[in-house]
């Protein structure tokens, strides 16, 4: 039986009922049930889309899981307008009055909760979550215990909305104005061989001389293009490296790296990655003295996202654990 306002109940009993409820709700269904009450409320799936930092698609896409799930249809559809079908509006008022009480939830468990607890889900690209967040994990857990954490580790885009994401760690600083990013670290990259590489091959004296050597490509699953190599010329301004290459990996970088460690020739990589093959003997850093440009990993979440008290532990966790 859901509470209410009126239940009048002690703040420390709702708040062991709100969080036992909330540990069975599926994220996707509620972040569409969002969508769907948006729409509803807006009288459009562009305006709802605009209003929760997210695409007409996403909206419309969700929305016909619903109704593909519920067998009814919510909206009628013509070319300029939507409007609430007979079983739309008994849905919606039902949703409305759930939504409501989720964020009254909310209000109460950021409001008076002590210890964070609840699932936490979080997206995260594969070097990172491999070499950065994975090592961490155990620590965060055993301060927040109560927190159930919930990785995705792939290199791809996401809806926070429509996939019921926290959270999300990815290179760069995203142009989209909906997102709220912190930067966790400048993280710097070097050029590595294997020793037997550089053995057979000999060790490349300048950028110029990559053109010789056999340069391992990482193809970027976002674009589908290879990523630049980048370095510092005798001045100390940046420049790009271009090339093409007859090595190239799609979407798993760290491929490229083992590549590297067996000796398939050479890569670029960020030195918190090939840190423990170089201590092991694996890889050796060349051209060192061009080496040494960053590129910035960051947290993201929706501007518009209320953060809840495990959002907020785990930022500032992660904040504080990776920068120097």
């Not at 193809?219 to 290459?245: C, E, N, V, Y």
């Not at 092991?280 to 003295?289: C, Y």
Request: proline share 6%; charged share 20%.
């Amino acid at each position: 039986m859901p509470i209410t306002i009126e239940d009048k109940l002690p703040p420390t009993q709702i708040i062991h009922y709100l969080t036992e409820q909330m540990r069975h709700f599926d994220p996707v269904q509620l972040g569409s049930i969002e969508l769907f009450c948006k729409a509803a409320e807006l009288g459009s799936f562009t305006a709802a889309a605009e209003a929760l930092g997210v695409t007409p698609a996403s909206v419309s896409r969700s929305i016909s899981r619903l109704e593909a799930r519920l067998g009814v249809r919510l909206f009628a559809r013509t070319t300029r307008q939507i409007r609430l079908t007979r079983e739309g509006e008994l849905y919606h008022e039902q949703c409305r009055q759930a939504l409501e009480q989720i964020a009254e939830a909310e209000r109460i468990l950021t409001g008076q909760q002590k210890v964070p607890s609840g699932p936490l889900r979080i997206s995260v690209g594969t070097p990172y979550a491999h070499y950065r967040l994975l090592p961490l994990l155990p620590r965060f857990q055993a301060a927040y215990p109560q927190i159930e954490v919930e990785l995705s580790i792939a290199n791809r885009v996401i809806d926070f909305v429509e996939e019921g994401y926290d959270l999300a760690i990815r290179l760069g600083v995203p142009q989209d104005s909906r997102l709220i990013a912190h930067t966790l670290e400048e993280a710097t990259l070097g050029v590595f061989a294997a020793p037997s590489y550089l053995a057979r091959r000999g060790t490349p004296a300048s950028v110029e001389a990559l053109k010789e050597h056999d340069c391992i490509q990482f193809i970027l699953p976002s674009t589908g293009r290879a990523m630049p190599w980048i370095f510092k010329d005798g001045q100390g301004r940046d420049m790009d490296f271009h090339f093409q290459s007859r090595q190239r990996i799609h979407d798993d970088v760290l491929g490229c790296v083992n590549w590297a460690i067996a000796g398939g020739g050479l890569f670029q990589i960020y030195h918190f990655i090939a840190q423990s093959a170089v201590q092991r003997g694996e890889l050796v850093e060349v051209l060192q003295s061009a080496g040494h440009r960053t590129r910035r990993f960051s947290i993201l979440y929706p501007h518009n996202r209320h953060l809840s008290a495990r959002v907020r532990a785990f930022v500032d966790f992660v904040m504080q654990a990776v920068r120097p």
